[in-house]
């Protein structure tokens, strides 16, 4: 077995030098095996520190043509394309987009997780082991994402809305319309066709040799019409998440009497999405990182990810950590001005809004990703 636990430091000249090191040639060639060599940039392209534009531009000063590595630049095009769907359908994303999940239990009301998942027992040693680093470090390779939400929905038959807010919970690059959409192309809801994976697939990228368990048949036993969930998949737990987060040892400021402290004209608000600490360097004003509590409520986070995240914030300057709404935020500072960047789950702030670095201005989402691709790589195929 050879899943490699992955460390993800929090200061940027670490970080930056993790985008420096990425080998697109060998990416391209090792990228699906789980000990592959991917970049581990997601975490920090999730949480708006560096740009999938700050990538593609080191990356590109190191090769002579674009087309040499195509591929890697391609995969950094997903995640803008999963953004740009995102803008355009809003929050009809966490629903069914194109059609209703076809393989699904009718035997279950409200949210559940397989209880071999949550107990670590689905057998497939892999996924196991994955689960267990997903809980633990807050990271997953992209093909036990997808082995996972495949069990999950195609195997199992259980509703994608819960697994996609159960990784959401573990994953450091946690991304709502990354991590939502990918679920709905695995289960069919927004794809034609849904996805499987079996033990010999899963050995092959893995390095295993599991043999006898739930995915160990060919692709049509495992797709077959009706919905027959393994055994070892029928029993479920209650998914439940905690509602507040946990600021240990992070000086957080949560009353009024606090934040009238921090008044000034100019208010530079972070967010979720958005803690780059180059961002408006020169700018002077009161830096903070606005962190909703009704945003939490609906899209939890593990202590893990909350550690990671508050770290990254220490990276900017003189910045203070605020819990609260922004309605409320907002009305200790009738004077201010607000300044932040443009992001779906701030649309509601009140605020002059910088753009977010993207690679291609132009390609819009409509239609397949490689019509997006199409257009999109007419400015990403391009050496400055
Ligand atoms: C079920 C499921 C859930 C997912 N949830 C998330 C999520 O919440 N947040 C998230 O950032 N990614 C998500 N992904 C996409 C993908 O798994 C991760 O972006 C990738 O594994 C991150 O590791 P990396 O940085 O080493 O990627 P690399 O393979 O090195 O790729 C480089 C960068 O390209 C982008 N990228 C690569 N593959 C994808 C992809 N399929 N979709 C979108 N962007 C991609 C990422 O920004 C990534 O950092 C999900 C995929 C699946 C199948």
Redesign the pocket.
């Known amino acids: 077995m050879k899943i490699p636990s992955i460390q993800f430091p929090t200061d940027f000249a670490s970080i930056w030098q993790r985008i420096e090191s990425v080998d697109p040639y060998k990416?391209a060639k090792t990228?699906n095996f789980v000990w592959g060599s991917?970049?581990?940039?997601?975490p920090y392209?999730?949480r708006g520190v560096i740009s999938?534009e700050d990538v593609r531009k080191v990356v590109l000063s190191k090769v002579d043509s674009p087309w040499e590595i195509e591929k890697?630049l391609q995969?950094?095009a997903?995640?803008e394309y999963?953004q740009r769907i995102w803008l355009d359908k809003g929050d009809a994303i966490f629903t069914s987009l194109r059609n209703e999940q076809e393989r699904i239990r009718k035997d279950i009301s409200g949210s559940v997780i397989p209880s071999a998942v949550n107990q670590l027992e689905t057998g497939i040693s892999a996924l196991d082991i994955g689960i267990n680093h997903l809980q633990n470090e807050g990271y997953m390779?992209?093909h036990l994402?997808?082995y996972l939400?495949s069990l999950w929905t195609n195997v199992g038959g259980y509703d994608w809305k819960d697994g996609a807010k159960w990784?959401?919970y573990h994953?450091l690059?946690?991304?709502l319309a990354?991590?939502w959409l990918?679920?709905q192309w695995?289960c069919g809801t927004n794809s034609s066709k849904l996805y499987y994976c079996n033990q010999e697939n899963i050995n092959k990228y893995c390095g295993t040799k599991d043999e006898g368990t739930i995915l160990d048949s060919s692709y049509e036993e495992l797709s077959m019409s009706p919905l027959k969930t393994p055994n070892l998949m029928k029993d479920f737990d209650l998914l439940e998440f905690p509602e507040t987060p946990n600021f240990r040892g992070v000086e957080v400021i949560r009353n009024r009497e606090e934040l009238t402290d921090l008044g000034s004209e100019n208010i530079l608000l972070y967010h979720w999405y958005h803690l780059d600490p180059r961002w408006m360097a020169e700018e002077v004003g009161t830096r903070i990182f606005l962190i909703e509590p009704s945003y939490f409520k609906k899209f939890p986070v593990s202590d893990v990810v909350w550690n990671f995240v508050l770290a990254l914030a220490q990276e900017i300057p003189n910045i203070r950590i605020v819990y609260c709404d922004f309605q409320e935020f907002k009305s200790c500072f009738p004077a201010s001005i607000f300044i932040t960047r443009e992001h779906p789950i701030v649309s509601h702030w009140e605020a002059q809004r910088s753009p977010r670095p993207w690679m291609s201005l132009q390609a819009t989402a409509a239609g397949s990703f490689f019509n997006f691709w199409k257009k999109a790589s007419r400015e990403i195929m391009v050496k400055e």
């Open positions: 990416y990228r991917v970049s581990y940039l997601s392209i999730s999938v890697f995969e950094l997903w995640r999963w390779h992209n994402r997808m939400a990784m959401h994953l690059d946690g991304d990354s991590n990918s679920w695995v």
